[in-house]
């Protein structure tokens, strides 16, 4: 079993910035990506940014683009969200997931093996 720990989230104004932390601890052998997904009011859960662990590659969904950067430290397996430039539609419930396998897409919350308890991102206007 692998547990997944957020931090960091908390209200802001909008043009504020925020970085969201992710632990994850227990079985963190294989790990294929890291990812963050959101989840406001009344609305379906949405890609948000995700990262491989191997690799370099990161992935973005295209309305944090420029704005949010994700980012890992291995040695801790940490994934870190920075969010630059927040918008009021930011405003989610933004959940932290673990991915142990290539196979499927890493945008498809459906792939993900592993999530935390989610943690709340408020922007006022």
């Known amino acids: 079993q692998v547990q997944l720990v957020e931090s960091g989230g908390g209200l802001v104004q909008a043009g504020d910035s925020l970085r969201l932390s992710c632990t994850a601890s227990?079985?963190?052998?294989?790990?294929?990506?890291m990812g963050w997904f959101r989840q406001a009011p009344g609305k379906e859960r949405e890609f948000v940014a995700a990262?491989?662990?191997?690799?370099?590659?990161?992935y973005y969904a295209d309305s944090v683009k420029g704005r949010f950067t994700i980012s890992r430290d291995n040695a801790k397996t940490t994934v870190f969200l920075q969010m630059n430039s927040l918008k009021p539609e930011d405003t989610a419930v933004y959940y932290c997931?673990?991915?142990?396998?290539?196979?499927?897409?890493?945008?498809?919350?459906?792939?993900?093996?592993?999530w935390g308890q989610g943690i709340q991102v408020t922007v006022s206007s």
């Open positions: 997931a673990l991915k142990r396998q290539i196979y499927g897409d890493i945008q498809r919350g459906n792939d993900f093996d592993y």
């Open positions: 990262v491989s662990w191997g690799g370099v590659r990161t």
């Open positions: 227990g079985r963190t052998f294989s790990i294929y990506a």
